[in-house]
């Protein structure tokens, strides 16, 4: 059962214009959400986060939403550059069974030149 | 400052041979979990604990054992390998609702 979702696979953007990635969960209980990018062969590293307090983080290029409301999650990369191109993971954390992590499947984002 | 070290990078098992997959973090983080993923797909939790001697179950756990006597180590065992444990398997470590840290993986293919 999938807490987590990310509904697109791929996503492709010009370089220059933003990248938006979704991300939507289930369990209303979760406290902590995280955006990790992940390179071939690499280990995931963290991106941005947002606690469930808030709805908006900032961090450089990076802009974190949070809509409690609709459950839903969202990253804004502006402007995308060729070295964003990787695999996104959103994840969410229930600290209250241990801190555990709920990852997405993933985006895999194109930045084209 | 090494962060998350995971041993080793690749591995090739037998079907029905064990192995020991192991994590090593140096900045003394409570939390620490083991995940695996497989290809399209997410990172699912196999084990995870929240400090020495304590350990609980995720997502996946069947065919797999964790300990965690010291809180910079956090081993995973497989037991009787089999085809459908050929995964990248990340280990992770965190202190309460911060992000966690990730080793490079371990790339395990049995045949």
């Known amino acids: 059962d999938q807490q987590v979702k990310q509904n697109s696979p791929s996503l492709s953007v010009q370089e220059g214009r933003i990248s938006i990635l979704n991300c939507d969960y289930t369990?209303?209980?979760?406290?902590?959400f995280l955006w990790y990018k992940k390179y071939p062969a690499e280990g995931p590293t963290f991106l941005i986060s947002?606690?469930?307090?808030?709805d908006k983080n900032e961090d450089g290029r990076f802009t974190v939403f949070l809509n409690k409301s609709a459950k839903h999650l969202s990253l804004h990369i502006v402007p995308s550059q060729p070295g964003d191109s990787a695999v996104y993971f959103c994840?969410?954390?229930?600290?209250?069974?241990?801190?555990?992590?709920?990852f997405g499947t993933g985006t895999s984002l194109t930045v084209i030149p | 400052n090494a962060g998350v070290t995971q041993t080793p990078k690749f591995r090739i098992l037998k079907i029905g041979q064990s192995m020991t997959l192991q994590c090593a973090q140096d900045?003394?983080?409570?939390?620490m979990y083991w995940y695996r993923q497989d290809p399209g797909m997410g990172l699912k939790l196999i084990y995870y604990?929240?400090?020495?001697?304590?350990?609980d179950k995720g997502e996946v756990p069947n065919g797999y054992n964790v300990s965690r006597s010291t809180t910079e180590d956090f081993p995973l065992r497989l037991e009787l390998a089999a085809p459908s444990q050929t995964s990248v398997y990340f280990c992770?470590?965190?202190?309460?609702?911060?992000?966690?840290?990730f080793g490079q993986g371990t790339r395990l293919t049995v045949v």
């Open positions: 992770a470590s965190s202190a309460v609702n911060t992000e966690a840290f």
């Open positions: 900045m003394n983080h409570n939390y």
């Open positions: 604990s929240v400090g020495a001697g304590i350990t």
């Open positions: 369990n209303s209980m979760f406290d902590y």
């Open positions: 947002i606690s469930s307090i808030k």
């Open positions: 994840a969410a954390i229930l600290t209250n069974t241990g801190n555990q992590f709920y």
